[in-house]
T-cell receptor, first 111, second 114 residues
């Protein structure tokens, strides 16, 4: 499968902080997506990006499709406790059904 | 509206036993998928079905078989379970816009092979 490198692997957040994570690939994707997985649940789509350079927001979440089409980042502003979970980036080639996922960034609340 | 329903939610098998994971969606989606999730490895595609009557291999198909029974149902079978198949399995479906990558996932089936 296609290699998507997600970083950081894990992070600790404090309520109110802004956090950022990113995803890079050696391949050019037509679509970048960000999913979130809560403990014991399946992943849920947060944001989908369809055009190079596109910047899209969903509430406190902002994601961008890199201009090279080989990377994407996700920002969370003003973190709240329910932001904990695993965030996955995913890439999709044109006319393809097979979504490739990164290994995930685990977000935990700092004690 | 249940979305994507997977059964069973938990299963323990002995090496060599067989079992089938069931998945059903009620969103009239065309495409359906089976992924496995292992720590530090994200979600890896096992098999998918772009539409009723078709199935194709994903990234890690060895040791698995699938059946797209009808538009609603897509099952995953382990013929002879191995410890390496201990994992959390997710079924997902995508609508007519599934080429956009927008998938809806079930809650997962946690399988342990001893």
């Amino acid at each position: 499968g296609q290699q998507l490198n997600q970083s950081p692997q894990s992070m600790f957040i404090q309520e109110g902080e802004d956090v950022s994570m990113n995803c890079t690939s050696s391949s050019i994707f037509n679509t970048w997506l960000w999913y979130k997985q809560d403990p014991g649940e399946g992943p849920v789509l947060l944001i989908a990006l369809y055009k190079a350079g596109e910047l899209t927001s969903n509430g406190r979440l902002t994601a961008q499709f890199g201009t090279t089409r080989k990377d994407s980042f996700l920002n969370i502003s003003a973190s709240i406790p329910s932001d904990v979970g695993i965030y996955f980036c995913a890439g999709l080639f044109s006319n393809d059904y097979k979504l490739s996922f990164g290994a995930g960034t685990t977000v935990t609340v700092r004690a | 509206n249940a979305g994507v329903t997977q059964t069973p939610k938990f299963q323990v098998l002995k090496t060599g036993q067989s079992m089938t994971l069931q998945c059903a969606q009620d969103m009239n989606h065309n495409s359906m998928y089976w992924y496995r999730q292992d720590p530090g490895m994200g979600l890896r595609l096992i098999y998918y079905s772009a539409s009723e009557g078709t199935t194709d291999k994903g990234e890690v198909p060895n040791g698995y078989n699938v059946s797209r029974l009808n538009k609603r149902e897509f099952s995953l079978r382990l013929e002879s379970a191995a410890p390496s198949q201990t994992s959390v399995y997710f079924c997902a479906s995508g609508g007519t816009a599934s080429l956009t990558g927008e998938l809806f996932f079930g809650e997962g089936s946690r399988l342990t092979v001893l």
